[in-house]
Structure formats: structure tokens, C-alpha cells
């Protein structure tokens, strides 16, 4: 538990039983853990969450996260357990039933099952720069892209190209053929961490209204799995002994 004169911080683990691309994904075991067990290690782990709690339709993932240490008060109600179903739903879902028991933390951080690398340093990292950053409403985790998108095209059905971002172009002079090293640094959206100040997610529903802060993480640990390869990938890096 924190100390009480810091805001306090719940954090969530949304693990639904359904998955298209990757049947039972979130008990699918990486290096003998299910994905919800890695999860559930990180949150437990934050010297600066004060409380776990996970959100899932499944009686066998609620046991699996059980097992790892992590509350789940309740089963979620189908309707919030589609493909299409979004994150804030989901969470203010779960705000509400911990605020029927007397509960209302201050900030809520997602943690993915999906990202299995980010570690407990990475939500201390992401809670610290928002509570750091008093314009924030939100923290989002990112990383530095290797494939710059001014570096992209699209092909046209004359077979001729032109590029993704037309800009990139009138901001060297339009050569289409720029050194890399001349093109500014470009992250891209990582589901390792996100977190937002509960007030604002009740006002706004939104999980990022802006202004959002980054907490910008090591491209490696920025594994999110979707597919097998996934998998195979993030279980490469803990054999490496670069994750444990």
C-alpha cells in the first residue's frame, strides 16, 4: 500500500475470455505463466499501486487471476465482453462496483494481459509522469518506432507511388528521399501502460482526452501479443534472460 498523502491508484486487469485471432489468449502460458499471471506480477509488484483488481466474463480466468494474488469482485456482464467492446466501459463498470463497496480510487492504470515484458518499474514509471505533470489528464506508454512512417508510400493502380505522409515532404524541401537521421522522432502507441485520473474518465468517458503525457518504454518490452509469433517473440526475450 501507498502512502495516504499521494493520490490513490487502482490498477486493472481487463483479461475477457473471448479472443478471435488467438483462442484463449489470455490463459495461453508464456515461459509457464498465463499471460494474466504476468500481469497480475507487474500490478502486485508497483510500488505505487495500491490496489489490483481484474475484470473478466470467464469463471477460468477470474481462478487464474485469483490465483495470482489479484481481486476480481465480480464477473463482467456479457454485453461488455464483445470484440468491439471498448476499454472505458469496462472500466467505469468495475469503478462502479468498487464505489458501491466504499472505493474510489484516484487513478486508474490499464494493465493489459497482452503486454507480458512491461514490468512493475514501468507502471511506477507511467504513474510517476502523470502525477508529475499537473496539465495531464492521462499517461500513455510509448516507444520509438525503427520504421519512420516519412519513410512509407502508398502504390496507386497506375502503379505509381506517393507518399503516406504528403507533408514530410514540404518540410524537407520535397525530396522525397530524406536521411533518417534528419526526421523527427516518431513513437508509436504502446498497450504496456495507460492510465488517467478517475475524475476525468467519469466526466469525459474517454481513457485519453488530452493533454496525455508519455512514458516512453524500451521498444523490446514493447511486446504485444496478438498472434503466435507473439508469443514466440516475448518467449525469445525471456530465454534471453532479458525478462524474468
Do not use: C
Request: charged share 25%; glycine share 8%; no cysteine.
Amino acid at each position: 500500500m501507498g502512502p495516504t498523502d499521494r493520490p490513490t491508484v487502482l490498477a486493472l486487469i481487463p483479461a475477457r475470455g473471448g479472443s478471435t485471432g488467438l483462442p484463449r489468449k489470455n490463459l495461453r502460458e508464456l515461459a509457464g505463466r498465463p499471460l494474466v499471471a504476468w500481469a497480475a506480477r507487474a500490478a502486485l509488484d508497483a510500488e505505487l499501486v495500491d490496489r489490483v483488481v481484474g475484470s473478466t466474463d470467464d469463471e477460468e480466468i477470474a481462478a487464474a487471476l485469483r490465483q495470482a494474488g489479484v481481486e476480481v469482485p465480480v464477473l463482467r456482464p456479457n454485453a461488455l465482453a464483445l470484440d468491439a467492446t471498448p476499454d472505458v466501459p469496462v472500466f467505469l463498470h468495475m469503478l462502479g462496483v468498487l464505489a458501491e463497496g466504499g472505493y474510489e480510487p484516484d487513478i486508474v492504470v490499464n494493465v493489459r494481459p497482452t503486454a507480458p515484458l512491461r514490468t512493475a518499474d514501468d507502471l511506477d514509471g507511467a504513474i510517476r509522469a502523470l502525477l508529475d505533470t499537473p496539465a495531464a489528464r492521462s499517461v500513455k506508454a510509448v516507444s520509438l518506432v525503427s520504421d519512420h512512417p516519412y519513410k512509407m508510400w502508398t502504390l496507386g493502380s497506375d502503379g505509381l507511388l506517393d507518399p503516406l505522409l504528403p507533408a514530410w515532404r514540404a518540410e524537407h524541401g520535397g525530396d522525397p528521399d530524406v536521411a533518417r537521421q534528419s526526421l523527427r522522432r516518431v513513437y508509436r502507441s504502446s498497450g504496456a501502460v495507460d492510465a488517467t485520473w478517475v475524475k476525468s474518465l467519469k466526466e469525459t468517458a474517454m481513457f485519453h482526452p488530452g493533454p496525455v503525457v508519455a512514458y516512453v518504454m524500451d521498444a523490446e518490452r514493447d511486446v504485444d501479443i496478438d498472434t503466435v509469433d507473439d508469443f514466440r517473440r516475448a518467449e525469445e526475450l525471456i530465454r534471453g534472460g532479458q525478462h524474468g
